[in-house]
């Protein structure tokens, strides 16, 4: 604070300066974004890098995904027996299952995954190459480095996310019939008819619209924080690249959950 001076005034500089940062930021952020998307509908178009990031970020996923779908389901059936049951409605079980897991679990801890396992690798592989000049060597070669290695993870990203999003509803159903059914005598019949009735296709169309927005948010943040390592003021090289991941992961699971809120809002 004390570039602001030490009078009275010194905290409203303080702030005027730091939000005058922040706004920066965020405009870049967004030229970024918008600028990363426009690529991949642009051509020439990247297919075998595409492809390479469908496989990083999908398939690498998978396992994880999984995993992760299979106890969240098992819980989901495990806390919606014991509260159901005690209004006599735990044939209603499936439909709780299904619709938090439709609706908001399976895109939000999808989106959470990746950003973990994925998004995080983004950003320290493209901090890496701006730290080691990689980057500048592109742009000496005329070739627009966010066209060649941004847009391709944004596309890669926007087809893995629904797909893993799928993947992850259907898994974490399976693993709410293991609790509710398997292990707790709920009515197979009545699991699978209460799901079939109760979700609806604006249900399944909402998951399915978050998991695009938030793989264009995930990508785009992850990248962005890899790209601009190099203007940090605090920390260069490694440093800067351990804080650029750090912040990607942060601010990524930050914008996951707003855009989450925002975006239910309209569906509501």
């Not at 409605?89 to 679990?105: N, P």
């Not at 060649?148 to 799928?166: D, Q, R």
């Not at 190099?230 to 914008?255: E, M, N, Q, W, Y």
Request: hydrophobic share 50%; proline share 3%.
């Amino acid at each position: 604070m004390a570039e602001y001076g030490s009078g009275a005034a010194a905290p409203l500089a303080w702030l005027g300066g730091r939000s005058i940062s922040v706004l920066r930021e965020m405009g870049r952020y967004a030229l970024f974004a918008g600028k990363s998307l426009a690529y991949v509908f642009k051509p020439p178009f990247q297919f075998f890098k595409i492809i390479e990031q469908v496989y990083f970020v999908g398939v690498r996923s998978l396992t994880v995904i999984l995993l992760i779908a299979l106890f969240t389901g098992m819980v989901l059936g495990l806390q919606g027996y014991y509260t159901l049951i005690k209004f006599g409605t735990e044939g209603l079980l499936g439909a709780a299952v299904a619709l938090s897991l439709i609706r908001e679990l399976g895109p939000v801890l999808t989106a959470i995954m990746v950003i973990g396992r994925a998004g995080s690798a983004m950003s320290a592989e493209i901090g890496i190459m701006r730290i080691s000049e990689q980057i500048d060597a592109l742009d000496t070669m005329d070739i627009d480095p966010i066209r060649f290695l941004v847009s391709p993870k944004v596309a890669g990203s926007i087809i893995a996310f629904p797909l893993l999003t799928a993947l992850f509803d259907v898994v974490g159903i399976i693993g709410g019939w293991l609790t509710g059914v398997a292990m707790l005598g709920v009515n197979s019949g009545i699991y699978f008819h209460r799901i079939e009735s109760s979700v609806g296709m604006m249900d399944v169309t909402g998951g399915f619209i978050k998991s695009l927005i938030f793989a264009l948010v995930v990508a785009t943040m992850c990248c962005y924080q890899g790209y601009t390592t190099h203007l940090r003021s605090r920390g260069f090289g490694a440093v800067g690249v351990s804080l650029s991941t750090t912040t990607a992961v942060v601010l990524s699971c930050i914008l996951v959950l707003v855009t989450d809120y925002v975006v239910t809002t309209f569906f509501m």
